[in-house]
């Protein structure tokens, strides 16, 4: 069954690549500030009906504003699901103008010390923690250090999964599947990038989980950013881009929660009216000619600027 989540790497921290966040967020980012708006949205979700947040330890403060605002509205383990990923550190400084915002290690001294960290904040309220952004090139799956303590890690009852980026998210797919150690898998597949969707097919067949993110590519496939087709498709349906977008993303078989990255209480509302639009025939028809080639979107996506 498709459902709607919630990320939180737009929200968490000052800069981000999404297109338009300027206009969203202002010039007041402190932390302040950015807390009460990720207070805001958290509670929109909820009430929305919003169960799974998804977070990660280099989403700058990300995981503490969610600890707090679960502590503060008296919300129980179970009530919802928190998932985190460790590997990537936030390093940014929280300046807008920081040379480099995220520094990768998927060591296992990593993942031990950022586990205790992400514990020590979430506490009881983690049902998931991912490896962040892997990759075949990384050899983080080949690792067995870092396999047995995922193992020891899913033996206390806290699901493993792993995210995905880049071109070969495919091939990093497969070789997640082949370890029969991962409960979910979180990849990126939106109207631009289709190429992890037969990967993903076969992870839902052999029982994992599906996450998608990334479903309005940062940004290119909102009303700031949709190319032509899909501003004609959405207008057409009366809905925005983004909604119908991520309705495209609800309708595969394979997906099980489809994140939001909504940045304010507006995007997250026209996000979450995805789930009314029926995804047809003709929309498949009509958008897919969106499709790029792997490589190309990704050397796009890398170009998008932080701001």
Same mark, same amino acid.
Request: no cysteine; charged share 10%.
């Given at each position: 069954m498709q459902e709607m989540g919630l990320g939180l790497a737009a929200l968490g921290r000052p800069a981000y690549i999404t297109l338009g966040r300027d206009e969203d967020l202002g010039g007041d980012r402190d932390v302040a500030a950015m807390r009460a708006r990720t207070w805001e949205v958290l509670d929109a979700a909820r009430a929305a009906g919003v169960r799974y947040y998804d977070t990660a330890r280099s989403y700058g403060l990300a995981e503490e504003f969610l600890a707090g605002w679960l502590a503060d509205r008296g919300i129980r383990p179970g009530e919802v699901e928190a998932g985190s990923k460790w590997g990537y550190e936030y390093v940014g400084g929280w300046r807008m103008d920081a040379g480099r915002h995220e520094e990768k290690d998927l060591s296992a001294a990593r993942l031990r010390r950022q586990l205790g960290e992400t514990r020590e904040l979430l506490g009881e309220h983690l049902s998931l923690y991912q490896i962040h952004s892997a990759t075949v090139e990384s050899g983080v799956l080949d690792d067995e250090e870092v396999l047995g303590e995922l193992r020891a890690l899913r033996a206390e009852g806290v699901a493993v999964g792993l995210s995905t980026t880049g071109p070969r998210q495919a091939a990093t797919i497969d070789e997640a599947i082949a370890t029969g150690l991962f409960d979910t898998v979180q990849s990126t597949w939106n109207l631009l990038e289709r190429s992890a969707g037969e990967a993903l097919a076969r992870a839902h067949a052999a029982g994992l989980g599906v996450i998608v993110k990334e479903g309005v590519a940062n940004g290119r496939l909102t009303a700031r950013g949709a190319p032509p087709a899909l501003v004609r498709a959405a207008r057409e349906r009366g809905v925005t881009p983004d909604a119908l977008a991520l309705a495209a993303v609800l @309708?595969?078989?394979?997906?099980?929660?489809?994140?939001?990255? &909504? @940045?304010?209480?507006?995007?997250?509302?026209?996000?979450?009216? &995805?789930?009314?639009?029926?995804?047809?025939d003709a929309a498949e028809e009509a958008l897919a000619e969106l499709a790029e080639d792997a490589e190309t979107y990704w050397a796009r996506r890398a170009a998008l600027p932080w701001s």
């Open positions: @309708a595969r078989p394979w997906a099980g929660i489809v994140l939001s990255g &909504a @940045a304010t209480t507006a995007q997250l509302a026209e996000n979450l009216a &995805a789930t009314a639009v029926t995804w047809d």
